[in-house]
């Protein structure tokens, strides 16, 4: 029995670079697979353009198994579309209704400048991440299991916040386009574990420090990052940010 297939209206943003004007563009998209993921329906999208000699759309992709941060768009208002917990390329067509038109625009926040159409600049993430995001110290080889007791909790906790692939979801939703989660889950990994606790206070000053010269905004604790976020971190993070920065302070 052949499956049926699916019409759908898109409004794309089209922008040609960071100092262009952009704006968004009608295209309808006929014969979609439900079975689809997002990125494969403008991956269709982009072969009916190219057949009609016109430009295709860029947008950000890379693993397509929802684990790299690549992918980005906002869907219909809602950073990584409408189904919580998953990334753009893991949205599947099969969310949306014979006819439906789907809005889809970059990720907008100061530090993340458009490149091109759905593609955006997310290199302050990677600034930040350059200031701390990781231990300096030689660790040697892998331990023998429990020769560093770590208590369960503590390393349940720390291997949620590992999940943050860094897509920048939370940026995009916050209405001041904070990076607190982002930075959050990463200073709360490494302040949970005995590995990271002898740099713990440099890490948070400096990534903090970095945060705000990239220009992100503050958190007023509206929760938008957590709702979009695509592996669930908490904001429970950003709590721990803010503690590990005020002991850091008065050290």
């Known amino acids: 029995m052949e499956k049926k297939t699916i019409t759908i209206h898109l409004k794309v943003w089209r922008q040609k670079d960071a100092s262009s004007r952009g704006e968004f563009k009608n295209y309808l998209v006929k014969d979609v697979n439900p079975d689809m993921s997002f990125l494969e329906m403008l991956d269709v999208l982009n072969e009916d353009l190219i057949k009609k000699d016109e430009e295709p759309i860029e947008f950000d992709n890379d693993c397509r198994e929802g684990i790299c941060g690549m992918c980005g768009a906002v869907i219909n208002g809602t950073a990584h579309g409408p189904k919580s917990g998953t990334t753009t390329c893991d949205i599947r067509m099969r969310m949306f209704k014979d006819g439906d038109t789907i809005v889809v625009e970059p990720f907008r ?3 993340f400048p458009v490149i091109k159409d759905l593609v955006v600049d997310r290199s302050s993430l990677d600034r930040i991440m350059s200031k701390g995001g990781y231990t300096s110290v030689r660790t040697g080889g892998v331990p023998e299991a429990l020769s560093i007791p770590v208590p369960k909790e503590n390393a349940d906790e720390a291997m949620d916040m590992a999940a943050c692939i860094g897509c920048g979801a939370c940026v995009a939703a916050c209405p001041n386009a904070s990076a607190a ?7 709360s990994q490494l302040a949970l574990l005995p590995q990271g606790r002898p740099e713990a206070a440099r890490r948070v000053e400096r990534m903090v420090a970095q945060m705000d010269e990239e220009g992100f905004g503050a958190c007023s604790n509206h929760g938008e990052c957590e709702a979009v976020c695509p592996k669930e971190i908490s904001i429970t993070a950003i709590a721990r940010m803010r503690r ?8």
């Open 181 to 187: 989660l982002f930075v959050g889950a990463k200073v």
């Open 109 to 111: 926040a100061k530090a």
């Open 244 to 251: 590990e920065y005020w002991k850091a302070m008065f050290k």
